[in-house]
């Protein structure tokens, strides 16, 4: 299995530009999410899906939309990059066992932003 | 909502010293609280957990233990080595168990 697998690994925009960060998982997990890590601010969840067809926003969505056509894939768009959104993301995965069951979440190696 | 506060924020020790990393949590609705070890470039990785109904867990070197009355948890690592350098987060679930609440991460230099 290779996991989770983000891409690209390293990315510049200009503010403004539109993009889309990729996030795959072949474990048929069915919980995936989004996390943006900033120096001294640990871990910050910007939005999650439980399912295929189903999202929810995290601690931080704002200027960012996500969508989870299928269980494998979960990919982050920024429509409009700001330089506020110059961070590492991360995306994970774990399998759900049922409501208030929380099972050991599986991360991706990261992408780095950096928006101009 | 939850909020996960950790301690320290860095920490130094000798090859063969202990380490504590110590995090408080909010919502005494939590029920699972992971740590996670973060190497230079790479994603977390989960090193130990631990569920409300359980006191104390213990693999090898490292060991978590829960005071759900004081809602608090802390990582123990012993016998530390220059490879468990890296930077450690915990995290607590929220009460619908949807998503993880991080704390802020410690970084542990070991020296040999």
């Known amino acids: 299995n290779a996991g989770v697998t983000q891409t690209p690994k390293f990315q510049v925009l200009k503010t403004g530009q539109s993009m889309t960060l990729q996030c795959a998982q072949d474990?048929?997990?069915?919980?995936m999410s989004w996390y943006r890590q900033d120096p001294g601010m640990g871990l910050r969840l910007i939005h999650y899906?439980?399912?295929?067809?189903?999202?929810d926003q995290g601690e931080v969505p704002n200027g960012y939309n996500v969508s989870r056509s299928t269980t494998e894939d979960f990919p982050l768009r920024l429509l409009s990059a700001a330089p506020s959104q110059t961070s590492v993301y991360f995306c994970?995965?774990?399998?759900?066992?049922?409501?208030?069951?929380?099972?050991?979440?599986?991360f991706g190696p990261g992408t780095r932003l950096t928006v101009l | 909502g939850e909020n996960v506060e950790q301690h320290p924020s860095t920490l130094s020790v000798q090859e063969g010293d202990s380490a504590v990393i110590k995090c408080t949590y909010s919502?005494?609705?939590?029920?699972?609280f992971p740590w996670y070890k973060q190497e230079l470039g790479k994603g977390p990785q989960l090193i130990i957990d631990?569920?409300?109904?359980?006191g104390e867990k213990k693999d090898q070197r490292i060991a978590v233990t829960l005071n759900k009355t004081a809602k608090h948890f802390s990582l123990h690592i012993t016998e530390t080595q220059p490879e468990d350098s890296a930077v450690y987060f915990c995290?607590?679930?929220?009460?619908?168990?949807?998503?993880?609440?991080f704390g802020k991460g410690t970084t542990l230099s070991v020296s040999s």
């Open positions: 994970a995965s774990s399998y759900s066992s049922g409501q208030g069951e929380y099972n050991e979440q599986f």
């Open positions: 474990m048929n997990h069915e919980y």
């Open positions: 899906s439980v399912g295929a067809g189903i999202t």
């Open positions: 919502d005494s609705a939590s029920n699972y």
């Open positions: 631990i569920r409300s109904n359980v």
């Open positions: 995290a607590a679930s929220d009460q619908a168990g949807t998503a993880l609440i």
